[in-house]
């Protein structure tokens, strides 16, 4: 890597990390590129070299963090071995989840609060539905198996773990990783049985 490519990585960087921080205290709507740079101790000029404006970052910053949990997803689906049945799979891509989502949980925590852009939660979840979809579709057993149309079983599921992901970076983590994939197993569990 040249000095010049490592240079402009860690530029880049800081202007996320200044906005990120200005984000914990302000709104986005009341953030300025100016006051980014400000922040992050450069000039308007070297900020517009990276971004377009403050709506570019945020739209990078929130690409990167789905790129980042959709990696954990496929790394956990290039695992999977033929003798794993469906429900120790779901275990697995709740652990590899949970553990993914507390790495990025000062991010989440950020973009779920009223600080963050509006609309985060759908594209949140546009995201890691068109994942999740992306991976069950490669398991064969599963699709000649299920007995509902695909977007509402991922309406269920993508729905229920936000709505996890949602409350555990609320509570500040109050669970570890292990801790919240029993709950959901738990959850699904209790499901079941009302269901039989």
Do not use: C
């Amino acid at each position: 890597m040249s000095v010049y490519t490592e240079k402009n990585r860690r530029t880049k960087e800081l202007i996320q990390k200044s906005f990120m921080e200005m984000l914990e205290k302000k709104t986005f709507d009341s953030i300025t590129v100016g006051d980014i740079a400000k922040t992050a101790k450069i000039n308007r000029g070297t900020f517009y070299l990276h971004f377009i404006d403050k709506f570019d970052l945020l739209d990078q910053i929130e690409l990167q963090l789905f790129e980042e949990l959709g990696d954990h997803i496929d790394e956990l689906q290039l695992n999977y071995s033929s003798t794993h049945t469906f429900e120790k799979g779901q275990e697995q891509l709740a652990s590899a989840l949970f553990n993914s989502i507390k790495m990025q949980a000062p991010f989440l925590k950020i973009f779920l609060s009223e600080h963050g852009r509006a609309g985060f939660h759908l594209r949140f979840r546009a995201a890691f539905s068109e994942k999740v979809r992306v991976n069950l579709e490669g398991n064969e057993s599963f699709n000649a198996n299920l007995k509902v149309p695909m977007e509402y079983f991922l309406a269920f599921i993508t729905s229920a773990f936000l709505g996890l992901i949602e409350q555990w970076v609320q509570n500040n983590l109050d669970k570890t990783p292990e801790e919240m994939t029993a709950l959901y197993i738990d959850i699904i569990s209790f499901i079941q049985k009302k269901n039989n």
